[in-house]
């Protein structure tokens, strides 16, 4: 079959809603684009770890601290299913994780803000969880198969997360005070680099288009985002809070909430590594990697002593 016959062939199998599995033919571009977003989201799973694994020793009750081992594990999970799913393309979690370690990779702008006060994690999980969340229930119907079954997993666990963080906030905001200013405050640290998950808008999103017509993406960035805008702002009524926003109304000719303008200056300067937190987020992943390196070596040890005992027994 020629190239341009192969090509065809694939594109009508996205058309017709058929997944792409891993050994089909697929183009190099397709492939490259399904691995550069997938192993970006099992880093951003994996870094979104720290910000949220900074309150665990400081949970102000040991039920909330169960809660959030379990929902930190949660991202631990996801990232490794996302590595799986990232290793069908043909390249080895080792190389993505040195990826991420040397600053070449990149993860969600999201987890390179710095978690405050306790109110930040239920803003975290209200705010970005629910951001992830719209982003996660479209790409269960990505084309690419092994990404397409992780998410169907992944989003079960989500939804739990985005209900505990609201729950969270909801408590504080029925406290004293200083609960109530706490949890404003969080919400108007969260809510503009939550805007900003989504990334550029659609008109400076380089990726957008080819990954639409590749069903890698089923939504635009602006898309998502405004039904983001659409769900908090009608959410946060039950929370009796503010978004940090003057311009959201709501416009009865598009049906939509309009909202101001992302400061995108900040965007960028987060995403090219000049975040508040990029630094030292780095610095935890390289050293928890070289600390971990006596149990990748002993996992590996125990693996081949296991293999060489099967192998003595069937000889
Ligand atoms: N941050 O052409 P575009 C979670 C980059 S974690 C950094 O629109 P695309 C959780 C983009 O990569 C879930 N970079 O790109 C965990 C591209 O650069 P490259 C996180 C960003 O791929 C713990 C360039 O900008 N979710 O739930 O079509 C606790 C141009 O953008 C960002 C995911 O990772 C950003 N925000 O669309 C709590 C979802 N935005 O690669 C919660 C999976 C854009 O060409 N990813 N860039 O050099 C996606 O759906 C898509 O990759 C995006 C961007 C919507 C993010």
Same mark, same amino acid.
């Given at each position: 079959?020629?190239?341009?016959?192969?090509?065809?062939?694939?594109?009508?199998?996205?058309?017709?809603? *058929?997944?792409?599995?891993?050994?089909?033919?697929?183009?190099?571009?397709?492939?490259?684009?399904?691995?550069?977003? *997938?192993?970006?989201?099992?880093? #951003?799973?994996?870094?979104?770890?720290?910000?949220?694994?900074?309150?665990?020793?400081?949970?102000?009750?040991?039920?909330?601290?169960? *809660?959030?081992?379990?929902?930190?594990?949660?991202?631990?999970?996801?990232?490794?299913?996302?590595?799986?799913?990232?290793?069908?393309?043909?390249?080895?979690?080792?190389?993505?994780?040195?990826?991420?370690?040397?600053?070449?990779?990149?993860? #969600?702008?999201?987890?390179?803000?710095?978690?405050?006060?306790?109110?930040?994690?239920?803003? !975290?999980?209200?705010? !970005?969880?629910?951001? /992830?969340?719209?982003?996660?229930?479209?790409?269960?119907?990505? #084309?690419?198969?092994?990404?397409?079954? /992780?998410?169907?997993?992944?989003?079960?666990?989500?939804?739990?997360?985005?209900?505990?963080?609201?729950?969270?906030?909801?408590?504080?905001?029925?406290?004293?005070?200083?609960?109530?200013?706490?949890?404003?405050?969080?919400?108007?640290?969260?809510?503009?680099? #939550?805007?900003?998950?989504?990334?550029?808008?659609?008109?400076?999103?380089?990726?957008?288009?080819?990954?639409?017509? =590749?069903?890698?993406?089923?939504?635009?960035?602006?898309?998502?985002?405004?039904?983001?805008?659409?769900?908090?702002?009608?959410?946060?009524?039950?929370?009796?809070?503010?978004?940090?926003?003057?311009?959201?109304? =709501?416009?009865?000719?598009?049906?939509?909430?309009?909202?101001?303008?992302?400061?995108?200056?900040?965007?960028?300067?987060?995403?090219?590594?000049?975040?508040?937190?990029?630094?030292?987020?780095?610095?935890?992943?390289?050293?928890?990697?070289?600390?971990?390196?006596?149990?990748?070596?002993?996992?590996?040890?125990?693996?081949?002593?296991?293999?060489?005992?099967?192998?003595?027994?069937?000889?």
């Amino acid at each position: 079959m020629s190239l341009h016959d192969l090509e065809k062939t694939f594109q009508d199998k996205i058309d017709k809603e *058929i997944k792409i599995e891993p050994k089909d033919w697929m183009p190099e571009a397709y492939r490259k684009t399904n691995l550069r977003q *997938i192993s970006q989201h099992a880093h #951003s799973e994996i870094v979104g770890m720290l910000p949220e694994g900074n309150w665990i020793t400081r949970a102000p009750t040991l039920k909330r601290k169960a *809660i959030l081992i379990a929902k930190v594990q949660d991202e631990a999970g996801h990232g490794l299913y996302l590595y799986s799913a990232a290793e069908t393309l043909g390249t080895s979690r080792e190389q993505m994780v040195e990826d991420l370690n040397s600053g070449k990779a990149k993860y #969600s702008s999201i987890f390179n803000y710095p978690t405050l006060t306790w109110a930040d994690m239920g803003a !975290v999980g209200w705010l !970005v969880d629910g951001a /992830a969340i719209l982003n996660q229930v479209m790409l269960c119907r990505t #084309s690419y198969g092994p990404y397409a079954r /992780a998410m169907v997993r992944i989003c079960k666990e989500e939804s739990f997360h985005q209900r505990q963080g609201f729950e969270t906030l909801l408590v504080l905001s029925k406290g004293t005070k200083e609960q109530k200013a706490m949890c404003q405050d969080a919400i108007n640290r969260w809510w503009w680099p #939550s805007l900003m998950m989504f990334g550029p808008k659609d008109s400076e999103s380089t990726n957008s288009d080819q990954s639409i017509k =590749w069903k890698i993406k089923r939504k635009t960035n602006d898309e998502l985002r405004q039904q983001f805008v659409d769900m908090i702002t009608e959410q946060i009524k039950l929370l009796g809070m503010t978004l940090p926003d003057e311009n959201i109304r =709501w416009n009865k000719e598009r049906n939509h909430y309009d909202f101001g303008e992302i400061n995108w200056d900040e965007f960028w300067n987060v995403v090219k590594g000049n975040g508040p937190c990029n630094k030292q987020r780095l610095e935890v992943k390289n050293k928890d990697h070289q600390e971990g390196l006596w149990v990748r070596e002993a996992a590996l040890a125990y693996a081949e002593k296991k293999r060489l005992r099967v192998t003595a027994k069937v000889a």
